[in-house]
């Protein structure tokens, strides 16, 4: 009886494709399903991007940030600045403005809840519910509430050239790179937006 058992095994491993028998849906069912895009999302993006790491940081402390990751909200167009951009600032993201009346001592769970809704503003100054955008004289409405970006052309610039390479938003600031994603466009940009 072992050896007819152990003769009956090579005739199931040698069956035909029209003997055998599939999976349904080709795949166990309790699998997620994998989903593929031809583009990275934003936050595969924003995750490579070395000269960004710190919106990243920023943005990785919110909710907002999960929403980099997926389709399912719509698509962004996010301003980032870069490192430089960031680290030039007189005030930091995180902190408040300058007292003009003296400074009242406040617990460390009050002044993290400060710090988190500043880094909130600031990082939802940064993102355009919208995409694609047109740039060329055009006005847009942040997820701030009540902050807009509006984006000038620049005189004498190279009609040829890319659209975001010829306009600058909040006086000065200008978009020094720009990647496409599957949820959004990244620009990158070599200034912030600034928040009240």
Not at 72 to 85: I, M, Q, R, Y
Not at 166 to 185: H, L, P, Y
Request: one cysteine or more; glycine letters at 4%.
């Amino acid at each position: 009886m072992r050896i007819q058992l152990l003769l009956a095994l090579p005739s199931l491993c040698l069956a035909s494709t029209s003997d055998q028998i599939p999976f349904p849906n080709s795949r166990m069912s309790n699998q997620p399903e994998i989903q593929t895009h031809n583009q990275p999302s934003l936050a595969d993006l924003l995750t490579i991007e070395p000269s960004a790491s710190i919106f990243y940081s920023y943005a990785r402390e919110l909710e907002l940030s999960s929403q980099f990751s997926t389709t399912d909200e719509g698509k962004w167009t996010l301003l980032v600045p870069t490192n430089k951009a960031v680290m030039a600032l007189s005030r930091k993201p995180h902190e408040d403005p300058a007292p003009t009346e003296p400074v009242i001592e406040i617990s460390e769970h009050e002044f993290e809840s400060v710090s988190k809704r500043n880094v909130e503003r600031w990082v939802s100054a940064h993102i355009i519910p919208r995409c694609p955008i047109t740039l060329t004289s055009h006005t847009y409405n942040t997820l701030l509430c009540g902050k807009s970006v509006i984006f000038d052309p620049v005189k004498g610039s190279d009609d040829s050239a890319p659209e975001w390479t010829r306009v600058v938003f909040e006086g000065d600031a200008r978009i020094i790179g720009m990647k496409k994603a599957s949820n959004g466009i990244l620009y990158l940009v070599d200034g912030t937006v600034k928040v009240d």
